[in-house]
């Protein structure tokens, strides 16, 4: 699931027997809703592209980019495919991408777009369906001008980028948990186009047999809530299984961080739970939302808040399919209105709506936008925090669905009716705090004439309404 720069939400179709080429879009209603939203089809991936776990980012033209994929279709075999392509929303097409030069797979790969906008791929194996992969360190960026050709990044990293998560930091470098080489930790320094070391975690949340790991969470403040998927042998009976660890990246602005534990994942009714390769997503009152499985990749799946002022974990409801679900096929996507929108690969879906409120120096502030607005017609807003102290939703390695861009979002002061504005060249999709940046935004034709609110929104979080006049 992508949240789309106009508010709505686009969610691949993905049935147990493999993948599509089909996407389906998510629109709320008129009050914003999206329990109450609508769904239709948009057009399909390019013929003999169908991809189930893959890279995936909204880049900053509004667009979205789906790369390489560890299945294609209904073939059970993994080919870890290079195939790419690119959906524009306003068009309704697909075009395809070619891969970066010399990489003939890519497979399951972690993605990110750094602060400047620019998107950045991992190759999480080179010859991945031989008998002897090659275990791939290799990274590349597309060219954010023409969004078709590929330059080569990162050097010295520690250990092979399968498996792995990548955060976006306040400090706009990308931090990892090594899988390959626990417990060691890196960060990537865009300027530079390499690897450090980012320190030792303090016990590993890395499923050493497996090479598995839970999702990784940036909060507001800058900390990184890292999930565990295990440390030892998995058993039928899970009798045997140390607790999962989870941990704590504590960022320093200027300088690599510290880590410290966080709280283990609870056994529940006697069995130990984990969460390999499971979601999570922030909540706009700073704490995270995690599920979690036993065994990895067991059923049921109970859900647990992450209380980032206590340093604990506190099990929450959980949704009607959770007794049938493990964490693998599931995903969580943060919404405009506060909201986490959870699928579990069936066909229903679940709204969690979380309490508290979030701190007013996480919003972002308006500091320039136009007192009228035409539908059609499209104009700059500036200020800062536009896109969030954190990046959204996360998972374990191959799904990234991150939500740190700016929405503006227009509310009918008569009729109460909620439009969301398409917002596209974004200047900076950084998390750090007070940063000030910029973006279009494109009123629909259709909003309401009159006397209207408009606010930002990044991760659930809306500025202070300003007034604004509908033509």
Not at 14 to 34: F, K, M, V
Not at 117 to 145: D, H, K, R, W
Request: charged residues 10%; glycine residues 10%; hydrophobic residues 35%.
């Amino acid at each position: 699931m992508l949240l789309q720069s106009n508010g709505t939400v686009l969610v691949h179709d993905e049935p147990g027997s493999g993948a599509t080429t089909q996407w389906w879009r998510l629109t709320p209603n008129a009050d914003g809703s999206y329990i109450d939203g609508t769904w239709s089809a948009v057009a399909s991936m390019p013929a003999g592209y169908a991809p189930l776990y893959f890279a995936s980012a909204i880049l900053p033209n509004g667009s979205m980019i789906v790369e390489g994929g560890e299945y294609n279709g209904t073939d059970p075999n993994g080919v870890w495919t290079n195939q790419g392509a690119i959906y524009n929303p306003v068009t309704n097409t697909w075009r395809s991408v070619a891969p970066p030069s010399g990489w003939t797979n890519i497979g399951d790969a972690q993605s990110d777009v750094l602060a400047n906008g620019t998107f950045m791929l991992a190759q999480a194996c080179g010859n991945c369906t031989s008998s002897s992969p090659i275990a791939s360190t290799s990274e590349a960026l597309l060219n954010p001008v023409n969004f078709t050709s590929w330059t080569s990044t990162g050097t010295n990293k520690a250990d092979p980028n399968d498996e792995e998560g990548w955060n976006l930091e306040p400090s706009n470098q990308l931090l990892t948990v090594d899988v390959g080489n626990t417990p060691n930790t890196e960060l990537f320094t865009p300027s530079k186009g390499a690897w450090s070391s980012a320190g030792n975690t303090t016990t590993s949340p890395v499923n050493a047999p497996a090479y598995e790991i839970g999702p990784q969470i940036v909060m507001p403040g800058g900390n990184t809530f890292v999930v565990g998927a295990g440390t030892s042998a998995e058993t039928s009976t899970c009798t045997v299984k140390t607790p999962a660890t989870t941990a704590l990246y504590h960022y320093s602005a200027g300088t690599a961080g510290t880590w410290s534990a966080g709280p283990n994942i609870p056994a529940l009714g006697g069995v130990q739970y984990d969460s390999a390769d499971g979601p999570a997503s922030i909540l706009p009152n700073g704490n995270v939302l995690i599920d979690v499985s036993p065994c990895l990749y067991l059923a049921p799946t109970h859900f647990l808040v992450y209380n980032a002022s206590k340093n604990t974990l506190g099990q929450v409801a959980d949704p009607p399919n959770a007794p049938n679900d493990s964490t693998y096929y599931t995903r969580m996507l943060a919404l405009p209105t506060g909201q986490v929108l959870f699928d579990d690969g069936s066909n229903q879906m679940e709204v969690y709506t979380p309490g508290g409120s979030p701190l007013k120096a996480w919003a972002p502030s308006i500091t320039s936008s136009p007192a009228t607005v035409t539908p059609s017609d499209t104009y700059s807003l500036s200020g800062t925090q536009l896109a969030g102290l954190s990046q959204g939703a996360a998972y374990g390695d191959d799904v990234q669905d991150n939500t740190n861009f700016p929405l503006v979002r227009i509310t009918n002061t008569a009729s109460g009716t909620v439009t969301y504005a398409r917002t596209s060249h974004w200047s900076s999709v950084s998390i750090q705090s007070g940063v000030s940046s910029s973006t279009n935004f494109t009123v629909p034709a259709g909003t309401p004439a009159g006397s209207s609110t408009l606010v930002a929104v990044a991760n659930g979080i809306p500025s202070q309404p300003v007034a604004v006049t509908v033509g």
